[in-house]
């Protein structure tokens, strides 16, 4: 068995408007489980970045520890990369982000290293609206350590071997909206066509973009019992509303009642598209999507989508007032003010 991924591709596979074809965005040969769910969020960040011709070194892919924290060997190989200590992810993330505000930064983590050990880190890096884009791969076990049970793990849900879970489970996304997100979204691996345009939605968004993704174990959380496995994910699944992603190109104009479609305008001109299905739910709204995870939950269904968008954010680089240029770019120059600048700054504290 090799883990090295072949060169030969198909001399007329089609190429973006960067001349590039998709096995650039591609990495490693994954060494995780045949059918982890994990692998399927890989290739979704590999088809976004393609289709949004994004050059793979304007991306910084940061990792804490665990099965989802070994995913960014497994795509984007052309980017930045740096794999933490567990749980503290964040924090490298925003060390780094403060340094170039100019890259992309995508954070993977798993509902152990964000739900256990990493969840202090993790609720900062969401008050403090970091930009960068924010995945937790959720399959509710630790499968490093043999299948136990997470933080996110379902009370009575039923573990490989047998276990009755007694604990509450921590919900991350409205976990991410009681903070103060102002991009909430949630999806299932399984399903490329609603995470897709998540993803090119989440690197658009001008602070912290978080998805959570249900991603279930298939070796130790994929049984009869589990609400992590594939089989009940797709019995009990609910989504808010059919999403794409639409090119400033094309921008739709609609109306937004009941069954129809909504524009969300984000920063750059791009927008989200949203097919509406019920009055009691606005992605605009913070209350209403509490409001629409609580009662999916009452339902015992798995509620995806686009939860909740605030387009008029303001990321931490601007609440810190920083320079308009990446602070690892200045110089001596920049750092050092004057003496007629010192006596000024003197001057106006008398």
């Not at 609720?123 to 076990?141: E, F, K, S």
Request: net charge neutral; charged share 15%.
């Amino acid at each position: 068995m090799t883990y090295l991924r072949p060169k030969f591709r198909h001399p007329e596979l089609e190429k973006n408007k960067l001349g590039y074809t998709i096995n650039y965005y591609e990495g490693a040969l994954s060494t995780l489980c045949a059918g982890c769910g994990h692998d399927s969020i890989s290739a979704a960040v590999v088809q976004a970045c393609y289709e949004m011709n994004i050059e793979p070194h304007r991306v910084a892919k940061l990792s804490g520890i665990g099965c989802s924290s070994k995913t960014p060997t497994y795509f984007l190989s052309n980017s930045h990369g740096f794999n933490s200590v567990h749980g503290r992810m964040p924090s490298v993330a925003t060390g780094a982000n403060l340094a170039n505000k100019e890259l992309i930064y995508f954070g993977m983590s798993g509902d152990g290293d964000s739900a256990s050990i990493g969840m202090g880190q993790f609720v900062h890096a969401v008050r403090r609206n970091l930009r960068m884009i924010y995945i937790v791969m959720n399959n509710g076990c630790y499968g490093l350590t043999k299948g136990q049970d997470s933080a996110t793990a379902d009370k009575g849900s039923i573990s490989k071997a047998g276990s009755n879970n007694r604990f509450e489970a921590i919900d991350m996304a409205a976990l991410a909206l009681e903070l103060g997100a102002d991009f909430v979204a949630q999806s299932f691996s399984g399903d490329k066509t609603q995470l897709i345009p998540l993803i090119k939605a989440a690197i658009n968004h001008k602070g912290f973009a978080f998805i959570n993704v249900i991603s279930p174990c298939v070796t130790f959380n994929n049984n009869v019992g589990s609400t992590k496995s594939y089989d009940y994910v797709r019995q009990h699944v609910d989504a808010t509303a059919t999403i794409d992603y639409v090119p400033p190109a094309a921008e739709i104009r609609t109306s937004y009642n009941e069954g129809s479609s909504k524009r969300v305008t984000m920063h750059d001109g791009s927008y989200i598209q949203l097919h509406k299905l019920e009055n009691s739910w606005d992605p605009q709204s913070r209350q209403s999507a509490m409001n629409a995870i609580h009662e999916a939950r009452n339902r015992n269904e798995i509620l995806t989508g686009l939860l909740y968008l605030n387009s008029q954010t303001e990321d931490l680089h601007h609440t810190l007032n920083t320079v308009s240029q990446p602070l690892n770019t200045l110089n001596e120059t920049d750092l050092c003010p004057s003496a007629e600048a010192l006596n000024s700054i003197n001057n106006s504290f008398r």
